[in-house]
């Protein structure tokens, strides 16, 4: 098991919702900023939306409105919703732990998860 672990992907249609969650290991102590990562086949990795540890949130911008970052009162997991996919979406998203104020360059990212496969068709 890493200190990362992500779940939730599948396969949706258009306009489809899904939630990803990430559990964090109980050994990673300092927590700057989380974010979600994404990469399609053949594509560079993209940051997708970030949270402080005030709960300040950025986005991507073809994700803002249809993306919520959130995580739980723990600290414990990270969370993605996702509402009206859109078939480019499709990619597999990746939690990350940054050491910025913002988790929004991969050169920022101190652990990365295995990532879960995001499926939307036409």
């Known amino acids: 098991q890493g200190d990362l672990m992500e779940s939730g992907g599948g396969s949706v249609e258009t306009g489809g919702s899904l939630r990803l969650s990430c559990a964090i290991s109980k050994y990673i102590n300092r927590i700057p900023s989380m974010g979600w990562f994404r990469q399609a086949s053949g594509k560079e990795r993209e940051a997708v939306a970030s949270i402080d540890k005030s709960g300040r949130t950025r986005y991507q911008d073809s994700v803002k409105g249809r993306f919520t970052i959130s995580r739980d009162n723990t600290g414990d997991t990270l969370y993605l919703e996702m509402d009206s996919l859109k078939p480019e979406d499709t990619a597999t998203y990746i939690c990350?732990?940054?050491?910025?104020?913002?988790?929004?360059?991969?050169?920022?990212?101190?652990?990365w998860g295995s990532g879960t496969q995001v499926t939307v068709s036409s």
């Open positions: 990350a732990i940054c050491g910025d104020d913002y988790c929004v360059s991969r050169y920022a990212v101190h652990y």
